[in-house]
Nanobody
């Protein structure tokens, strides 16, 4: 089992930045591909970004490309999501997730473990 705990959410004005962190404990962190998803009220959970086990490959939903950056530090068992130029439509609960297999990076069902999430609110 892997336990995931997110932090770093908050309230920010449009155009501002936040850095989310997801700390993992349990099994070997580098065995898992990691992803960030978000869910706004009344909407389905949406893929945001993912990173491969060693960090060599990253993936983003089109709406965040050029603004968000996913990274990981396997020595610290932590994955990050740097969010710049935030927009009100980025407001959501952001969750990190761990994939022990080799499923589709954007597919919610590919991920085996989930954190509780952290709220991000962007005011206009």
């Amino acid at each position: 089992q892997v336990q995931l705990v997110e932090s770093g959410g908050g309230l920010v004005q449009a155009g501002g930045s936040l850095r989310l962190s997801c700390a993992a404990s349990g099994r070997t962190f580098s065995n898992y591909a990691m992803g960030w998803f978000r869910q706004a009220p009344g909407k389905e959970r949406e893929f945001v970004a993912a990173i491969s086990r060693r960090g060599g490959r990253t993936y983003y939903v089109d709406s965040v490309k050029g603004r968000f950056t996913i990274s990981r530090d396997n020595a610290k068992n932590t994955v990050y999501l740097q969010m710049n130029s935030l927009k009100p439509e980025d407001s959501a609960v952001y969750c990190c997730a761990a994939d022990q297999g080799y499923g589709s990076t954007w597919d919610v069902d590919s991920y085996d473990y989930w954190g509780q999430g952290t709220q991000v609110t962007v005011s206009s």
